[in-house]
């Protein structure tokens, strides 16, 4: 009896796995089409293409409205708007939202502002290997906005962000050596 019902259960799974592997192509071609179109400046289509897919949860979709919201691309610009695409993208983990959603908590943009959680959202993306987020963590750090104040850990993300390339951070390692005023 047991048999009976595995061997009836087998063929829908692999139906069911099929199902999940060609919606999930079709996702990346629904998005990589928003991606090509936002390039062009074909504001129009990438909204048709990311509307979709944002709604249903897809992070880099997300990302990218609240980026067309930010910047006004074939939207009205809406910061927060904007701020709310951010937080769902962060949410699913998206690190480029996540910097996003640490700039707009830290200056208030869009948002309330809240330093706090503007550095836990900048750890999230920095802990990913975001080089903006890991010099901002150094910022927060060095004064205590948003944390406790430490030099050692902010020279530590200053020099992670530096070692990626990150000017900034660059400026801010030559700032703490040489005494000069700090960098954004």
Do not use: C
């Not at 983990?93 to 943009?109: D, M, P, R, T, V």
């Not at 502002?113 to 750890?123: D, I």
């Not at 290997?129 to 906005?145: I, K, T, V, W």
């Amino acid at each position: 009896m047991h048999n009976f019902r595995l061997n009836l259960l087998i063929p829908g799974l692999l139906v069911l796995i099929l199902a999940i592997l060609t919606m999930h192509s079709a996702i990346a071609e629904d998005y990589e089409r928003g991606l090509s179109a936002y390039n062009r400046a074909d504001y129009e289509t990438a909204l048709l293409e990311w509307d979709v897919l944002a709604q249903f949860g897809e992070p880099k979709a997300q990302f990218g409205l609240g980026v067309m919201h930010t910047f006004g691309q074939g939207v009205l610009q809406d910061h927060t708007r904007a701020m709310d695409w951010y937080r769902r993208s962060a949410e699913r983990g998206h690190a480029g939202a996540q910097l996003f959603l640490g700039h707009g908590l830290e200056s208030g943009n869009g948002a309330e502002q809240n330093l706090e959680e503007a550095f836990f959202w900048f750890l999230r993306a920095a802990e990913q290997g975001e080089s903006r987020a890991q010099n901002n963590l150094g910022r927060l750090y060095e004064p205590g906005r948003g944390t406790d104040p430490d030099p050692d850990i902010a020279l530590y993300w200053y020099e992670e962000s530096a070692r990626k390339g990150n000017a900034n951070a660059r400026k801010n390692l030559a700032r703490l050596h040489g005494n000069t005023s700090p960098e954004k």
